[in-house]
């Protein structure tokens, strides 16, 4: 979490931070702050509170400076206030830093610094980093470029830094480790760009060289980067990739906030998806990292899916469809808990890493471990050239484009399109789908878009809903089969940004405990699918009704049966149940979508969250 930004170039620094902070704020929010050099002098200004709030506090100034470094923060250690806010000075006042990620062994770190004299004014473990950094700089009296490599190497976590060094004020040094960071790279090497990911300089040029872990980057105007690995000193060379983002997928288009962009965007997200991929009339799915080792799938006796949150819901939704296809067992881990144990894996396994972000410290973790035990890693991931898309052997991206909001909503529908594909790719070469089947469900694929745009028509209707249950302090999703995950994801979605209690259930499971819960103050949002045991999830409904919960069923469009006993339904078109869970989710999304904007939350940055989670 927390994203940091620097430039180093000919133009005002100020505003190109204060505008990529904001491009960032999805990575933290709760304190930022910017350090602009300008004739010898470093200004430094920092504050509790959102990007907004910097400019507030920086309007009653006048700032310049073509060398800036921002920061937007996700507090790890100390609370969010002023002093804990980055950047850092160190204590001589020359160097300055700002910092994503934790430095684990800050705490003897710190014990042996104060015992040398260095004093702390926050509660950080970046405070450490810094002055750890000028004593090796000073007792050795070497180049700031020099001293970093000792002074990693003596810190253990993950960190994107960049540091800049009063004394030698043509240059800012970066390194990575765990967390990502970005260069642009200006035309003519007149200006350079340091980002966590690619957003904030976008609109200044599209070249772009990601940092590997575990290397050193000086950035010399005029003069280019030069790359080193942090442990051996060794030399790498710069590989500059082109970049495909443009401004305005980074941008809300007209939308209020960038979640319901982005659950507006599914209909195209699910077709950039499986553009090139699905080809139903030649009966055929093309993927490139499946394709290349088709015989480890066919030949797989276990998947271990691994991710977090959403990602671990479509890896639910993926279990039901890879076992129903494909027929290989599969198992879905929370990442955070694999890691932590021993986890018997077997060379003929296949672990997936699902993962919007692609930098998910626990998700990472999980992959390493596999990675020693010998396990093949595939990963699936949005975001294009993320530290998961690199560590694993093969991949495939979701093309869900930048995903802003929080919560994660096109995300989770391309996973499950990227997972289906893949099932039914081995389902074809394995043989283990009947031919009709198989060619209905890719031919059904295709249509999906259309029926995303159906589901979608719902809105008002869904928005009214909101305003009836707006004021709940619990809610119960239900579902069964395919669509057991999405209740587990409808009500993830709601606690995120409403911040109301609800919880997710197979509905088959009331009974044996929760309806206790069920009384007439209990929205219950069941989803009924035709093929989803649709008779015993009416059954469900009666028992809930019979118990006065309130009910709102997603059911299928001309569905009657429910209609007569739920207090509200939201259609749905009709698809091949396996699908199913990319339109029900849709109007999940919706309705916890209205449910916080009535609240007045704030939807795009829920409280104590961030997106890219790369803390462990
Ligand atoms: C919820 C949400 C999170 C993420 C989780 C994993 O809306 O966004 O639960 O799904 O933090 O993130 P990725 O997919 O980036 O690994």
Redesign the pocket.
């Known amino acids: 979490m927390c994203g940091i930004i620097g430039y180093i170039g000919m133009q005002e620094a100020y505003p190109i931070v204060i505008k990529g902070l904001k491009r960032l704020e999805y990575r933290g929010y709760d304190s930022a702050g910017i350090a602009l050099y300008d004739n010898d002098d470093i200004q430094l200004y920092k504050t509790k509170g959102k990007v907004a709030e910097l400019e507030n506090l920086v309007s009653e100034t006048t700032v310049s400076g073509s060398i800036g470094l921002g920061h937007t923060r996700w507090a790890t250690h100390g609370v969010p206030n002023d002093v804990n806010s980055h950047p850092h000075f160190s204590n001589s006042g020359d160097l300055v830093i700002i910092h994503n990620g934790i430095i684990e062994n800050y705490a003897p770190l710190k014990e042996e610094l104060t015992k040398r004299g260095y004093v702390f004014h926050s509660d950080t473990d970046t405070e450490v980093l810094v002055n750890l950094i000028e004593d090796v700089k000073k007792s050795n009296n070497i180049s700031l470029f020099e001293a970093l490599p000792i002074a990693l190497n003596q810190c253990v976590g993950a960190y994107a830094i960049a540091v800049f060094d009063r004394t030698n004020p043509e240059e800012v040094i970066v390194a990575k480790l765990g967390s990502p960071l970005a260069i642009g790279v200006g035309a003519y090497e007149k200006e350079f760009f340091i980002a966590s990911d690619a957003s904030p300089f976008i609109e200044y040029t599209n070249n772009a060289i990601y940092l590997e872990d575990g290397e050193l980057a000086s950035i010399k105007l005029g003069q280019g980067v030069e790359i080193v690995k942090i442990t051996d000193g060794q030399n790498v060379d710069p590989y500059v990739q082109k970049l495909q983002l443009n401004l305005e997928q980074i941008e809300k288009g007209g939308f209020d906030h960038f979640m319901l962009k982005e659950i507006y965007e599914q209909p195209n997200a699910i077709l950039d998806t499986y553009r090139g991929r699905l080809l139903p009339d030649e009966g055929i799915v093309k993927m490139a990292g499946v394709d290349d080792h088709i015989e480890r799938f066919t030949k797989a006796k276990r998947i271990i899916i691994v991710?977090?949150?959403?990602?671990?819901?479509?890896g639910l939704v993926a279990e039901y469809i890879f076992e129903e296809f494909a027929r290989i067992p599969v198992e879905v881990e929370y990442?955070s808990e694999f890691r932590y144990r021993n986890p018997i894996i077997d060379k003929d396994d296949i672990v997936i890493?699902?993962?919007?972000?692609?930098?998910?410290a626990?998700?990472m973790a999980a992959l390493k471990l596999a990675k020693e035990k010998g396990a093949f890693l595939f990963g699936v991931?949005?975001?294009v050239g993320s530290s998961?898309s690199r560590i694993t052997d093969a991949g495939a991206y979701t093309h869900a484009g930048p995903?802003i909001?929080?919560?994660?909503?096109k995300?989770?529908t391309t996973?499950i399109v990227v997972l289906s594909l893949i099932a039914l790719r081995i389902a074809k070469e394995k043989g283990s789908m009947g031919h009709k089947d198989y060619h209905y469900l890719l031919h059904e694929m295709e249509q999906i878009p259309s029926k995303v745009k159906i589901a979608l028509e719902e809105n008002d209707k869904i928005k009214e809903i909101a305003q009836a249950y707006k004021d709940a302090a619990n809610f119960l999703y239900l579902g069964r089969g395919f669509n057991f995950p999405v209740a587990l994801?409808g009500a993830?979605?709601l606690k995120?940004?409403s911040y109301i209690h609800a919880e997710g259930y197979p509905a088959a499971e009331m009974k044996h405990g929760p309806i206790a819960l069920v009384d007439e103050q209990m929205p219950v949002v069941v989803i009924a699918t035709r093929k989803g045991h649709y008779e015993k999830v009416v059954s469900n409904i009666q028992e809930l009704k019979s118990r006065k919960g309130k009910i709102i069923g997603i059911v299928p469009k001309g569905d009657v049966q429910v209609k007569q006993i739920a207090d509200h339904v939201i259609e749905i078109p009709e698809t091949l149940e396996p699908f199913t869970p990319l339109l029900s989710t849709i109007s999940l999304q919706l309705l916890s979508y209205h449910i916080a904007v009535l609240l007045e939350k704030n939807v795009d940055q829920p409280r104590n969250?961030a997106?890219?989670?790369t803390v462990e």
């Open positions: 991710a977090c949150g959403t990602s671990w819901h479509a990442a890493a699902i993962s919007q972000s692609g930098e998910t626990d998700t991931c949005n975001v998961i995903e909001g929080v919560a994660s909503t995300a989770f996973q994801e993830l979605k995120e940004i969250l997106k890219s989670v």
